[in-house]
């Protein structure tokens, strides 16, 4: 039954006629294209991982020896078959038979949902004549008595459901071919979807037939993607009386996401110079797969809230949070100003206070949300301008302490194996990470694993959606997770389930850890941790044992005053069972934002030069002092908190914020907002009037990130480019420029005239870009670093030989179980952790001002266990109040079964109940980042209802 | 407030996405269903049709709530558990917005067969006179008891010869179970030698070729209607490495036929003893049993006598394995048969790969019909000759005829293979009743086509009707004569054909409903019927809707000048 083929042994077989060569594997459909044919096609989705199922039946074709016909989207090709398409009489009439078939119940090309779809494409191409098919062909609402008998009629459930903002469903127009199936069972492993019923009678449903709007549906949008037919389509691609055009847009502008870590691939489609619409393609990390936010939060740029115009302060006006304040009415605090005033101005103030006061008077927080040109423009700004390193952006918020352990251990702060090498593992560690949230599309690869038979393993104290594909989940008492990972360690040792050759020759300290986990055992250290002695050993069995395991981690681990502690915990663990530097091993810190990878390697960083260089190297220094042609200071700067303290401690006084929100962002808010209207000088520069620029002397409009080109380097160490799909709006300007023109204020000489000319310069300073040029990124979409040569791909999983140490080796770093920096108490008893949604991303400047993520999360919501809810007393929906020693937010709460009892959790992108308010700023000594997973708090029912 | 947007505000959600689960609702669920948590193998997904059975049994119809639970019981998206809830004709899926059904359900069976018997006035007699609070009246497909048309079922006991004072008489009595079936009990079978072939089958002293020999000498093919030779079957799945399961499918659907129900009733043991021979002779892992759930009676049956079987030491308890139909004819295809057994919609696969390769849990399984395994035991202790030996015109072996229809004396006949319709009729049939004359028949149930009687004296048997564009398939005859209203047969046929559609492919789930408008018409256009039976027979994935139109051919080719007469107009 099978043939003895040699793998990518190639055969021939006829085709109409004509010997054709094949390759193992293929199927009769991907032959015949290779040979110049498009068979017609409905079911089948020419594009990866969709799985053709044959169902729909336009592509059939005549195989010599079979009775009936086969479907060439699913027969495989076989030496000698002798196969008739185009010369197949049979097979045009079962191609035009069954478009006719489909075409007789379909709703009017032009008053259908998308008179351009996939589906009258192959109509056309099959000639079919709509009239001649209405004529002999009796329409299904002819039928009076129902076909299929047991499948009662339901009024409520309506032909088109526009019960969701993003998504207009038109059943109406469905061929069920099943393809949304495929895209959300199978692609995106939301599973969502369903076809119901039977026969004729067989319908697309969401969950239980509910609407969409009202379903578990994540709005993903693939299945929106795959429909042939229009009968699901964006919003708005249709009118409202349900006509639609998916060709609408004028043109097409490839970029990346402009959200998260994933870095996915996508295309703005414009229409008027705006984006109508935005579809996935085929990047290594997404392969046209795209989450609720890539999708549909693309509209925020055109806000009427976004800044045209720079502004400056009106005199009097005291800088704070004006509850008044509107930012689409900024003039009441602001006035219009034209560029050449603003920048002056802007400039003049800090360079006013580095004159009387030293360098040390001024810092800059730059954002991941910027480019590698950006960042590194403005680390450059900082360093040789203001003359300081007092230069830091949100890595510090997110996973700084990720990166010093890895730097400590290993050498080396970003990933040693991409997400997608998830695939390949035969178990999965996610722990502190939530990704069908933060990282949705990461966590497609890792539901796609768990359908393999990828043993994913869930280290979380609250419960998330991908539990539903794990194989175990431990769900442990927040901040216990060092004790926890010691205990794993102390199995590994005891039942010596480590990699004794890999530890000899990759690793060095194995035997002071030993010495260190001895007594640390899962016995001991399960009270605290919550959790049963023996599924911790089981856990660490699994992992040990696995021939190939990753560890996947996020802000959960890294935002802990022992966050550092915890990554050197994770890092000891895949040394000690040598799962690095193989397929389907490795250390994964999920990255937060677009681009924190390529800002931290950019040196937006303030003890390290570009490539994580400390500063205070002289040789590194020296090296940077020629590029830049100056002098650099070799103190390293101070860090995003200790910013925040340095001004209330009146030395520094002039700042410049690029993109960044730190009166949302920072813990501690009061205090930290109380440092930003303490600032002689403050320079924002951002699409809106933020909660940050609110306290700023001079706002500089800048750049959304469709409106500028750029480089982007996401969570796999993969550098992309976003290109500019829509102008700028208004006097609104590209950053780089902004950034060009203050620094020609402080005299410095700068002359680029594009983003490809700073990338030019980047890569004379970071080895990390070798063989990576701009002209690569434009033709190739994607390059990886490491790589080896201008004609290579980049190394998806590095350190298989030795690790960028001085001994070539990496090092385990023993830790001790610390407790919180604030335990809970009588006072306060309940955790407060803090993160993100879906919907909403950072602080929400860009997120909340996108229509449909604005509408699916529409304001601040707490996160409680069931029981937390009864014994508040609270119905779910009803306000509460969260108290720490810092302050005190009232919300609204949300039913949530996945959190632990004793916890709630706030997401901190809401100004009208800000999450970090509340949270605590003690720092984890080596990365320097905040405690925000976890604070100690009160919890009572609020005195005024804000009802629905 | 810092951030004003351009739509009003208006989603906040105090929940997670989705319906909502109830705990307590999961609570009752688990004392229905058992406890998952504490024995995980029940959140198995290939039990889901089982759980919904429970529930429906239980509360009478499947409310949301209760499929909510069921999906966080099962860690099953909504979707999957809604997907085969819905599928399946015996479960009532009750949304939010609907009236669950009374508690009292008549089936009315509408096979051809019971509506040559007046099955269709008979449903309308039995709905005028319910009380819709009580009682509801629904149609359904074949109940596998043509020889006693019109059939009705009510809740679970069926009324053959059913009248509308006999139906209402068990409706008043309360009692719906299955009617009591006296079969042969264990002890009874193995007295007159039964289960000594597995004994000496697992002795080694009866070796898994020589028995494959005898099969093939014996000529026995599948009898459940593809006709493929047995032994072949058994080595096709042979070949394929291990681990290996064997279903047998008792799914008997096709309109007409009832003989597998006949053999099931009288001799479980026989059956059961072919059954574990063919999984020893694949060494499966274990024997599924797929029994239609319109044989409620024979569930317990089997499920008796499965239990005699280990109580006996003949098998190990759980090596058999039987999985209750939910009403979906589809699933006697055997591919469909495998997607249901696994919990899902049951929806034929794609072949390549065929279920010998590649079946249940996607390894390779034996799938054959109660029939053919039925009479293993019998052709290896009376040999092959024995079987072989009996067929007539040329053809051999014996066939397991359901005939029904306009004969005096309707029933499985056990029949020479390839005895002509006109034999049958006379030496088996006691003639036709009086006043009625041989127009047509169905040599195959509703999916072989249709004979003039003109075409009475082709042997009956596989391979011997394909001139013709019929097949014999489960050997299910129905009989018309010329006071039958050809085309109300026609549509009987393509309405049962689109109502059992499972709807996957398009040649099938919209060509059987619009040749279904078409033949209501009055007037029929040959060559747009023609047109699309050819794309529903060269396109469709399985055999349903490549024989969909097997009917419809027929009367076109031989009954222009009958339907003429019937007032239907055939142009072209």
């Known amino acids: 039954m099978t043939t ?42 020419d594009a990866y991982g969709y799985r053709a199922d044959g169902n729909c039946r336009a592509c059939m074709v005549e195989v010599e020896g079979e009775r009936a016909l086969a479907a060439s989207c699913l027969r495989e090709a076989r030496p000698g078959m002798v196969v008739k398409s185009a010369s197949s009489e049979r097979a045009r009439t079962a191609r035009e038979g069954v478009m006719e078939l489909l075409v007789a119940d379909q709703p009017d090309r032009e008053a259908g949902p998308d008179r351009s779809s996939h589906f009258w494409d192959m109509a056309d191409q099959l000639a079919i004549d709509v009239d001649a098919v209405r004529q002999w062909l009796p329409r299904r609402e002819e039928r009076e008595a129902p076909t299929v008998h047991h499948v009662p009629d339901r009024a409520a459930s309506p032909v088109h459901d526009r019960s969701h903002s993003a998504m207009a ?105 705006e984006i109508l619409h935005v579809s996935g393609r085929d990047g290594p990390s997404n392969h046209n797969r795209l989450c609720v936010k890539g999708r549909f939060g693309f509209d925020y740029p055109r806000h009427p809230s976004r800044l045209t115009t720079p502004l400056i302060r009106k005199p009097g006006v005291p800088k704070g949070l004006d509850p008044a304040f509107d930012p689409a009415a900024r003039t009441t605090h602001f006035r219009e100003a034209s560029w050449d005033e603003a920048l002056d101005l802007a400039a003049k103030g800090l360079v006013d206070l580095k004159a009387a006061h030293g360098p040390d008077a001024l810092a800059g927080f730059g954002s991941a949300k910027c480019s590698n040109e950006e960042a590194w423009l403005f680390q450059k700004l900082v360093r040789t301008g203001f003359g300081s390193n007092h230069v830091d952006h949100c890595t510090r918020l997110c996973h700084a302490s990720s990166v010093a352990a890895l730097m400590e251990c290993i050498g080396s702060g970003a990933v040693t194996a991409s997400f997608m090498q998830a695939l390949e593992a035969d178990v999965v560690i996610l722990t502190g990470c939530n990704p069908a949230v933060n990282h949705p599309v990461a966590a497609t690869f890792f539901k796609q694993a768990a359908k393999q038979g990828t043993r994913i393993i869930i280290i979380d104290p609250r419960g998330q959606a991908l539990g539903a594909y794990a194989h175990q989940t431990l769900r442990f008492t927040p901040g216990a997770d060092v004790a926890l990972f010691n205990a794993m360690l102390n199995v590994i040792v005891t039942e010596e389930l480590y990699d004794e050759a890999y530890i000899r020759e990759h690793t060095e300290g194995f035997e002071a850890l030993k010495e260190h986990v001895r007594d640390l055992t899962p016995e001991a250290m399960a009270e605290s ?55 389907g091993t490795g250390l994964h810190p999920l990255r937060g934002q677009n681009n924190v990878q390529g800002a931290s390697d950019a040196g937006m960083i303030p003890m390290v030069l570009p490539d994580y260089q400390p500063v205070g190297d002289a040789q590194v220094r020296a090296a940077f002092e020629e590029l830049w042609a100056t002098s650099l200071e070799e103190r390293p700067g101070l860090t995003v908190v200790e910013i925040m303290d340095a001004i209330a401690a009146g ?15 920072d813990p501690d808010l009061a205090h930290a907002r109380a440092s930003l209207a303490r600032l002689e000088h403050l320079v924002v520069q951002d699409l809106f009037v933020t909660e940050t620029a609110q306290f700023a002397d001079v706002i500089l409009p800048a750049s959304a990130w469709p409106e500028k080109d750029g480089s982007v380097t996401n969570t796999n160490r993969q550098v992309q480019l976003g290109r500019q799909a829509m102008p700028l709006p208004g006097e609104a300007r590209p950053d780089w420029w902004i950034i060009q023109e203050i620094a020609r204020r402080f005299g410095l000489a700068w002359d680029y005239d594009h983003p490809r000319a700073v990338f030019a310069e980047m890569t004379r300073g970071m080895p990390s870009l070798d063989h990576i040029t701009w002209e690569r990124l434009e033709r190739e979409q994607s390059v990886t670093y490491p790589c080896p040569a201008d004609d290579a791909p980049g190394a998806d999983v590095v350190f298989s030989e030795a690790f960028p140490t001085a001994s070539g080796k990496a090092k385990f770093s023993p830790t001790l179980p610390l407790p919180p920096d604030e335990p809970v108490d009588r006072d306060y008893p309940t955790v407060l952790t803090t993160g993100r949604q879906l919907e909403h991303w950072h602080t929400g ?53 996945g959190m632990a009892e004793g916890m709630v959790f706030v997401p901190f992108c809401y100004a009208e109940a800000a999450a970090n308010v509340l949270t605590n700023p003690a720092l984890d000594p080596y990365g320097k980042i905040p405690e925000f997973k976890y604070a100690a708090c009160r919890l009572a029912p609020a005195a005024v209802e804000a009802l629905i | 407030m810092t951030v004003q947007t351009v739509t009003p505000k208006r989603r906040f959600r105090g929940k997670p996405r989705g319906r909502e689960l109830d705990p307590a609702t999961l609570d009752a669920l688990r004392r229905l269903l058992g406890d998952e948590r504490e024995r995980p193998e ?103 008891r043509c020889d006693v048309a019109p059939v009705v079922e009510v809740g679970h006991r069926h009324v053959s010869h059913a009248t509308q004072e006999a139906v209402e008489a068990v409706v008043d009595t309360g009692h ?88 099931l009733e009288r001799e479980p043991h026989r059956f059961l003893e072919g059954a574990l021979v063919s999984a020893w002779a694949v060494e499966a892992e274990a024997l599924y049993l797929y029994l239609r759930d319109e044989y409620p009676g024979l569930h317990r049956v089997l499920h008796e006598a499965i239990a005699e079987l280990e109580a006996a030491g003949l098998v190990a308890p759980g090596y058999i394995v039987m999985r209750r139909g939910a009403g979906a004819y589809i699933c006697g295809e055997e591919s469909a048969m495998i997607e249901s057994l696994e ?63 306009r004969v005096k004396r309707p029933g499985v006949h056990l029949a020479p293979a390839g005895i002509t319709l006109g034999e049958l009729i006379e030496e088996y049939c006691d003639g036709m009743p009086e006043g009625h004359t041989l127009a047509a028949y169905l040599p195959g149930g509703a999916s072989g086509g249709i004979l003039p009687a003109s075409k009475a004296d082709i042997p009956l048997d596989f391979d011997t009707l394909q001139a013709e564009g019929c097949f014999i398939g489960s050997a299910a005859i129905i009989v018309l004569s010329d006071q039958d209203d050809l085309r109300a047969a026609a549509t009987n046929l393509l309405a049962f054909f689109a109502d059992e559609s499972c709807g996957q492919c398009t040649p099938c789930r919209v060509g059987t409903e619009k040749m279904l408008t078409l033949l209501e018409g009055d007037t029929w256009q040959a060559a747009d019927l023609e047109r699309l039976s050819r794309v529903m027979m060269d396109a469709s994935i399985c055999g349903l809707g490549q024989a969909a139109p097997n009917p419809v051919l027929g009367l076109l080719r031989d009954f222009r000048d009958e339907l003429a007469a019937q007032n239907v107009i055939v142009k072209g």
């Not at chain 1, 021939?547 to 935002?559: D, L, N, P, T």
């Not at chain 2, 959140?43 to 966080?72: F, M, N, Y």
């Open chain 1, 169 to 273: 469903v038109n059943l109406d127009a469905c061929i069920e071919c099943n393809l949304c199936v495929r895209a959300c069972r199978e692609v995106q492993v939301n599973d969502v979807i369903g076809l119901a019923n039977r026969g004729a009678a067989s319908k697309i449903v969401f969950d239980f037939d509910d609407p969409m709007g009202d379903s578990t549906c994540v709005a993903c949008g693939e299945c929106v993607q795959a429909c042939p037919t229009g009968a699901l389509m964006p919003a708005t691609l249709v009118d409202e009386v349900g006509r639609g055009d998916s060709a609408a847009a004028d043109r097409q502008v490839d970029s990346v996401c402009p959200y998260c870590g994933v870095g996915c691939q996508l295309t703005y489609h414009i229409k008027d110079e």
């Open chain 2, 176 to 263: 719906f179970h299955p009617e009591a079936i006296l079969w042969q009990r264990i002890e009874a079978y193995r007295e007159a030698g039964g289960y000594r072939l597995l004994a000496d089958c697992r002795a080694g002293k009866v070796s898994v070729e020589r028995l494959m020999q005898t099969l093939e000498a014996a000529n026995l093919r599948g009898l459940g209607g593809a006709g493929f030779p047995t032994f072949k079957k058994w080595h096709f799945v042979r070949a394929e490495a291990g681990p290996r399961y064997c279903a047998i499918n008792a799914d008997e659907g096709e309109p007409g036929t009832f003989k597998d129900r006949h053999y």
């Open chain 1, 651 to 665: 030395t520094i006084k002039g700042m410049y914020i690029l993109g960044e929100n730190p009166a949302m962002s």
């Open chain 1, 529 to 583: 941790c919550g959790v049963p002695a023996e599924a911790i050993r089981e856990v660490a069995r699994e992992y040990a044992n696995a021939e190939r395991a990753m560890i996947f981690w996020g802000m959960g681990i890294s935002q802990h005053v022992h966050g550092t502690d915890n990554a050197r915990c994770l890092i000891s663990l895949a040394l000690a069972c040598g799962h690095t530097g193989r397929p």
């Open chain 2, 42 to 144: 029940l959140a198995r997904r290939d039990l889901l049709i089982e759980h919904l059975h429970v529930l429906q049994d239980a509360r009478g119809h499947l409310s949301l709530a209760d499929l909510r639970a069921l999906a966080a019981y099962m860690n099953l998206p909504m979707a999957a558990v809604y997907e085969t809830a819905t599928f399946y004709a015996h479960f009532d899926v009750v949304h939010d917005d609907q009236a669950p059904p009374p508690a009292i359900t008549v089936r009315v069976c509408d096979s051809l067969s019971c509506q040559l018997a007046g099955a269709a006035s008979l449903q309308d007699a039995l709905e005028a006179g319910a009380d819709p609070a009580r009682v509801r009246v629904l149609r359904a497909p074949c109940m596998g």
């Open chain 1, 845 to 897: 400047s860009m997120t909340r001002r996108a229509r449909v993520l604005d509408d699916l999360e529409p304001e601040a919501v707490a996160s409680l266990a069931p029981g937390e809810l009864r014994r508040l007393g609270l119905a779910p929906g009803e306000s509460v109040s969260i108290t720490t020693r810092r302050g005190e937010i009232t919300l609204r709460t949300r039913v949530d079964p």
């Open chain 2, 343 to 405: 919990g899902k919609p049951g929806k034929p696969r794609h072949r390549p790969p065929f279920v010998a390769q590649r079946g249940l849990f996607d390894r390779p399984t034996l799938v054959n019909n109660v029939e053919t395994v039925y009479w293993i035991p019998t052709i290896w202790a009376r040999g092959a000759a024995w079987f072989a030996d009996q067929g007539r015109h040329g053809r051999k072996g014996l066939r397991s005829l359901s005939v029904s229809g």
């Open chain 1, 4 to 45: 003895h083929q040699g793998v990518n042994e190639s055969f021939t077989l006829t085709l109409d006629g004509v010997d054709v060569s094949a390759q193992p594997g293929e199927t009769l459909w991907q032959v015949a294209k290779r040979a110049g044919e498009t068979i017609p096609h409905l079911c089948f989705k």
